[in-house]
């Protein structure tokens, strides 16, 4: 059945409401399928079946499968981005090394990979999702633009060299990150891991920039 538009009293429920609980039980459903089966697994009776509704229900609410697939990706890119706000408050605190690594461990997580082997899968959905937007892969060029505005921001608080170029260490620290935490021998890597890699790309942008990675201020 598809969503119930009365609330428990019996009375109707307000028609956006039913609409929003739809769609989100939909979305929650696509991404519970995509971290259980991956991308292969992820079609639109996996979908319907896992959220317990009829199949004609994810074509009321998206026009069509890459539709569904686009707006799963596209919740995430909002999350990604509005990590870039709470990176940027954390600039000055902490150590540049111990911001980047926890902001690498959010944007890595299970659901954030399955959904960069989705996209890097279906070049359909992958040109959907980069028309009129920034160049890059989906997710990932939004995750290099949240660590180049924390770089930046930090640079101007001279916990980073003059000469360093953010956008160059954010493409490092993202590609190398998006290897480290994707590769091949299962489960996420741990704190120090992540920590070690981080202090090479960060040290290693600049001769003698060892505060670079202490994230000492520059007196």
């Not at 229900?57 to 919740?75: N, P």
């Not at 359909?124 to 160049?135: E, F, I, V, Y």
């Not at 741990?190 to 920039?209: F, L, R």
């Amino acid at each position: 059945m598809g969503a119930c538009p009365f609330t428990m009293d019996g009375t109707r429920m307000p028609t956006g409401v039913a609409l929003r609980d739809a769609r989100s039980q939909l979305l929650a459903a696509g991404e519970r399928v995509l971290l259980r089966d991956g991308p292969a697994g992820l079609t639109s009776r996996t979908v319907t079946d896992e959220a317990g509704v009829a199949k004609g229900v994810l074509h009321r609410h998206f026009a069509d499968f890459d539709d569904f697939l686009a707006s799963l990706v596209r919740e995430r890119i909002v999350a990604v981005n509005s990590m870039s706000v709470d990176l940027v408050d954390r600039a000055g605190s902490a150590t540049v090394i111990r911001n980047l690594s926890a902001t690498l461990f959010r944007l890595f997580d299970p659901l954030g990979l399955a959904l960069v082997r989705l996209v890097l899968s279906r070049d359909q959905l992958r040109a959907r999702l980069q028309a009129g937007t920034r160049p890059g892969i989906p997710m990932l060029a939004e995750a290099v633009n949240t660590l180049t505005e924390y770089l930046l921001a930090e640079q101007r608080a001279g916990r980073i060299v003059a000469g360093a170029a953010p956008a160059a260490l954010a493409h490092a620290l993202i590609g190398t990150g998006h290897l480290l935490f994707a590769g091949e021998l299962g489960g996420l890597p741990d704190e120090s891991a992540v920590d070690e890699v981080v202090a090479t790309i960060i040290v290693g942008a600049e001769p003698g920039a060892d505060d670079v990675a202490v994230g000492e201020p520059r007196g």
